[in-house]
């Protein structure tokens, strides 16, 4: 199931350039990978726990969990207690209600992650909601604790209808698992001692600056050369980006790269084949005859060749070049996608739209 995310100086593009060039692509990591923002002046406090009444019988408990700014827009994310009250509760009763999550299947190994739900409201439609929050109490919320899914809404009354939508959700899910054989997210009622507790001020969760993909916040050689606007998409499952597997390939890539700014950047396959936990076997396979056999050792190619595309353009949207063995890999994997195979179970409008695209990613990456 997809879960909903409601998610410069330039320099020559160059495949192996001289040290001038690759320290000036760490400069640009240093400048823009590490942004802080004093700016946030936040008008409630992270790790705080409210009720408010969204509709005359019911009242929902929320735990801030997060800040942060996008750009220039503040957001307050939220989680959800794991049931509604009729009367406004007493701290044991609001953590004895749990949070609402997401139980994760994590592949191959079999087993699952529990995440939380998060639902964000902007600072500008939070400043009208003010008055209608009741303070239950206060935990040193951890920056540990994670995320299987974020709800943009514009205000509290918004979650009226969550537990229905959850309740529908897992019913389809569970069809799905049955007529798949595959497992599948559902919604949980995550338990309080579940939650990450920060023990010390460093793994307490602060307001932060997010960098968004955007035209305007990649490197200036990226937003030249990817001028469509499906490039930026993060829900268009034909774009680099806006697939899971690309998304995640994006934003483990940026995280890795932030701390190995000075590491060969083909050294991240191996661990992100690691951290995925999933065979990349296959990647520098360009027979298409082969493709029912790499299929067959992994049913999951089809996201793993996803990720490679993605990486080249990640390294080109974040460093403004792209390596000879990023670049090696996505066409090889863009190449293989553009099989008929390789788009098996898709429409043939998808199809015709998909090789298109395609044909401009290997062009871009051809004439590099």
């Given amino acids: 199931?997809?879960?909903?995310?409601?998610?410069?100086?330039?320099?020559?593009?160059?495949?192996?350039?001289?040290?001038?060039?690759?320290?000036?692509?760490?400069?640009?990591?240093?400048?823009?990978?590490?942004?802080?923002?004093?700016?946030?002046?936040?008008?409630?406090?992270?790790?705080?726990?409210?009720?408010?009444?969204?509709?005359?019988?019911?009242?929902?408990?929320?735990?801030?969990g997060a800040i942060h700014k996008e750009e220039d827009s503040v957001y307050y994310s939220f989680v959800l207690s794991g049931r509604f009250f009729n009367?406004?509760?007493?701290?044991?009763?609001?953590?004895?209600?749990?949070?609402?999550?997401?139980?994760?299947?994590?592949?191959?190994?079999?087993?699952?992650?529990?995440?939380?739900?998060?639902?964000?409201?902007?600072?500008?439609?939070?400043t009208l909601e003010l008055n209608k929050l009741t303070k239950i109490g206060y935990i040193k919320f951890s920056k540990k604790n994670t995320y299987g899914s974020t709800r943009i809404i514009k205000n509290f009354n918004d979650l009226s209808g969550e537990f229905l939508s959850f309740e529908k959700s897992n019913v389809e899910t569970d069809?799905?698992?049955?007529?798949?054989?595959?497992?599948?997210?559902?919604?949980?009622?995550?338990?309080?001692?579940?939650?990450?507790?920060?023990?010390?001020?460093?793994?307490?969760?602060?307001?932060?600056?997010?960098?968004?993909?955007?035209?305007?916040?990649?490197?200036?050689?990226?937003?030249?050369?990817?001028?469509?606007?499906?490039?930026?998409?993060?829900?268009?499952?034909?774009?680099?980006?806006?697939?899971?597997?690309?998304?995640?390939?994006?934003?483990?890539?940026k995280d890795w790269r932030e701390n190995n700014k000075n590491t060969k950047s083909s050294l991240f396959i191996y661990y992100l084949q690691k951290r995925w936990n999933m065979s990349f076997s296959h990647i520098n396979n360009d027979s298409e005859t082969d493709l029912p056999k790499i299929e067959k050792e992994n049913t999951f190619y089809r996201n793993v060749d996803r990720a490679m595309m993605s990486l080249a353009f990640s390294q080109l949207v974040l460093e403004g070049k792209i390596s000879p063995e990023f670049k090696n890999l996505a066409i090889k994997a863009i190449r293989r996608t553009k099989t008929e195979f390789g788009m098996n179970g898709m429409t043939d409008e998808n199809k015709t739209e998909y090789r298109k695209r395609l044909d401009k990613m290997e062009s871009i990456l051809t004439g590099l």
């Fill in 1 to 64: 199931m997809k879960l909903p995310v409601y998610i410069f100086i330039a320099v020559l593009i160059s495949c192996s350039g001289s040290d001038r060039k690759q320290n000036t692509t760490v400069d640009f990591i240093n400048e823009h990978m590490n942004d802080h923002d004093t700016s946030i002046h936040p008008v409630l406090e992270i790790g705080t726990y409210y009720v408010t009444k969204i509709n005359q019988d019911t009242i929902a408990g929320i735990l801030l």
């Fill in 87 to 126: 009367t406004i509760p007493s701290e044991k009763e609001f953590r004895g209600a749990g949070l609402c999550g997401l139980e994760i299947p994590s592949y191959p190994a079999g087993n699952s992650i529990s995440s939380l739900c998060r639902y964000s409201i902007s600072e500008k439609n939070l």
């Fill in 175 to 253: 069809k799905q698992i049955k007529l798949t054989g595959f497992p599948s997210s559902k919604y949980i009622v995550i338990n309080w001692n579940q939650l990450a507790i920060a023990s010390n001020q460093e793994d307490q969760a602060r307001p932060e600056v997010l960098w968004v993909l955007s035209a305007k916040t990649a490197h200036p050689t990226a937003s030249a050369l990817m001028k469509e606007e499906w490039w930026w998409s993060p829900a268009d499952d034909l774009s680099p980006f806006g697939n899971d597997d690309g998304a995640d390939a994006l934003y483990i890539y």
